[in-house]
């Protein structure tokens, strides 16, 4: 099909008057004037904003089982039988039917990466997967693309109340060195039985596979560059910034990125809100460093319009929409090692591509008008509600 006479803000930056052909679920031609092909079905944007799907960065979409199914109310990515489950995957969580029903089409949402709790140190891999169609097969965009670890209180919350271990901070830093110490040093004979855990951590140790840290607080952030200074292979990603200043030159350095998720949910010590600054989010664009956004952490309903509202505060610091949309689109799919397939509209990439009545990154009366997941129509306005 092809989408005319639109606005197209590619997600890289740059926003142009240009038209859309999409073949076989691939952007094929971006440019302005496209004629029409005999037999090809035209979607006419003129007045219309045409941005990139918008991507969850990490999120827990399609964690839950639907209503109709045997563990309908399951987080089946919060794995609590121990602390240190390296070797699971997300993706064995990842529900289509669960999160098609949430309609996030109609709030330009195509892609996320499906993630493990917080509740473990280390708790897995991340898997990018769309957000509407049901085999989890047929949505998955690319597996095990990062290692998610985490030093949040929430661990010791999870654990503690049973007499468990971490029950600490001492255990959460001590071990989360041990483990990639013990990674680093990992070298089985032939005839050794294979550890699991070390063996899945040895790529993040070696570089191959990105390790993102979920933090709640600027100590914690201190503490994890402090231990993995002494890996300097290890590509890591913050996830929050809760005390971040945006002085943080060393992540420059260290070619360190952000997910900033939802600044409401992560909490201090005495269980307030964590101190947060969008400005020093801009500070730290400013200065080159990678940052992505993601929705409130238990993707409840309302977090449906987290992406939009998050990037609307990143706004009022940066004042450039198109270097703010990035951060739904390009960035995030950089971040996860997507960014040959979606978070842009160009040429070669897959056609998820969301057309708004207006940009929602200016105004708030903008909406949806139809949405696009590899070429098929996900959303349309009008279409009825089901999950609000």
Known sequence: ??????????????????????????????????????????????????????????????????????????????????????????FYAFNGRAATTQQLGAWGLTAQGVAPTDNNLFGGTVSVVGLTGVNPYDLLIKRNVAMAASVMGSMRDAYGKRGAAPQTRMWIFTHLDEQLRLAEAYDPKPEEKPNDKLATLKPVVEGELPLIVSCDSGVAIAHV??????????????????????????????????????????????????????????????KGVDVALAGEYSNTLGAREDLIWNAAELMKELHDEERVLTTITS??????????????????????????????????????????Q??????????????M
């Open 1 to 90: 099909m092809l989408i005319a006479n639109g606005t197209v803000h590619d997600g890289r930056g740059s926003a142009f008057p240009a038209s859309v052909r999409i073949e076989d679920g691939v952007i094929t031609e971006v440019a302005p004037d496209l004629p029409a092909r005999e037999g090809e079905e035209v979607f006419d944007a003129a007045g219309m904003e045409v941005m990139p799907g918008f991507i969850q960065a990490i999120g827990h979409w399609g964690v839950n089982g639907s209503m109709t199914e045997i563990r309908p109310s399951s987080q089946d990515n919060d794995e609590l039988s121990e602390p240190i489950t390296p070797e699971l995957e997300a």
């Open 225 to 286: 560059r402090d231990i993995l200074a002494k890996y300097p292979k290890v590509r890591f990603v913050i996830m929050n910034g809760s005390g971040l200043t945006g002085d943080e030159d060393w992540m420059v350095e260290r070619g360190v990125s952000l997910i900033v998720r939802n600044p409401s949910s992560p909490l201090d010590e005495a269980g307030a809100p964590a101190p947060f600054s969008w400005k020093a989010v801009a500070k730290l664009m400013d």
């Open 331 to 372: 960035a995030p799919a950089k971040i996860l090692g997507v960014e040959d397939t979606i978070g842009a509209i160009a040429p070669g990439m897959r056609a998820d591509v969301c057309v708004w009545s207006a940009n929602p990154l200016k105004t708030y009366d903008a909406h949806a008008v139809r949405t696009f």
């Open 374 to 387: 590899a070429g098929e129509v996900v959303y349309a306005e009008g279409d009825e509600k089901t999950c």
